[in-house]
């Protein structure tokens, strides 16, 4: 993949989005700003694979919440799974996230880091000069992540975090339930527990002494944070 790339040089671009009215209003913008770019399409993560695998993009301008195959439910869990495979098979990718959900990017922070192609980040509610910078700035090799929250949190240390978020909030798991699940003692999972809200911020002693509900104001938080949706 080709980096440092101008306007007037021939590029190739990959647009994944759900939403056609994006696409096709960040297609126009492109085209206009890069008139010899070839421009390609894809709606769920399914198809923008499959692209790339033919297409040899020296670009990826992507949402992370799309679906996996169309008339399929949209969430960001795909649209992450869909930037790891990218990451790991296109290691020198230009890659632009323009997406609502840039927070729980915090989650790959190894990954992006690690990653030899231009990485940057447009929220949707950014200007079009705006995007088009980090768009240049992609394709001049350049990570710029500054836009996402909390990236200094250092969760891509503590995998067993993202477990214990997913089975208790998404799962509906009690305790002893997940201790089951990854193979580990309940105490254990209450140490995972503890560790987690000391990083999140969180007094859980005076939280108790309070009488607030801990687990509700631990979801709370890592809401904000971007580590579960």
């Known amino acids: 993949m080709n980096q440092n790339l101008s306007n007037n040089l ?5 647009l994944i989005d759900n939403h056609e009215l994006c ?3 960040t297609s126009n913008i492109l085209s206009s700003t890069y ?17 790339i695998s033919t297409f040899n993009p020296d670009l990826i301008i992507m949402d992370i919440y799309i679906s996996h195959q169309s008339g399929m439910k949209a969430n960001v869990e795909i649209g992450m799974e869909m930037l790891k495979k990218i990451i790991n098979n296109y290691p020198k990718v230009n890659i632009v996230i323009q997406s609502a959900y ?12 690690s990653h030899y192609g231009g990485f940057t980040v447009v929220d949707k509610s950014l200007c079009i000069e705006e995007m088009l910078l980090r768009i240049k700035w992609a394709l001049q090799g350049i990570t710029h992540i500054k836009d996402i929250p909390h990236m ?4 891509e240390k503590k995998p067993e975090w993202l477990k214990l978020l997913t089975l208790a909030y998404r799962e509906g798991l009690q305790d ?8 580990v003692s309940e105490r254990m999972v209450r140490h995972y527990w503890l560790n987690l809200q000391e990083a999140l911020g969180i007094d859980s002693e ?11 104001i631990t979801r709370i938080r890592a809401r904000e944070v971007g580590l579960i949706d």
């Open 23 to 25: 696409l096709y209003g």
């Open 206 to 216: 005076e939280l108790k002494s309070q009488g607030k509900n801990l687990r509700i």
């Open 35 to 51: 008139p010899h770019a070839q421009i390609v399409t894809a709606k769920t993560a399914e198809n923008a694979l499959k692209e």
């Open 176 to 183: 002893k339930a997940i201790a089951q699940h990854i193979r």
């Open 10 to 14: 021939p590029l190739n671009i990959l």
């Open 152 to 155: 200094n949190f250092g969760l």
């Open 102 to 113: 840039i927070k729980t990017l915090v989650r790959m922070r190894n990954e992006i880091h």
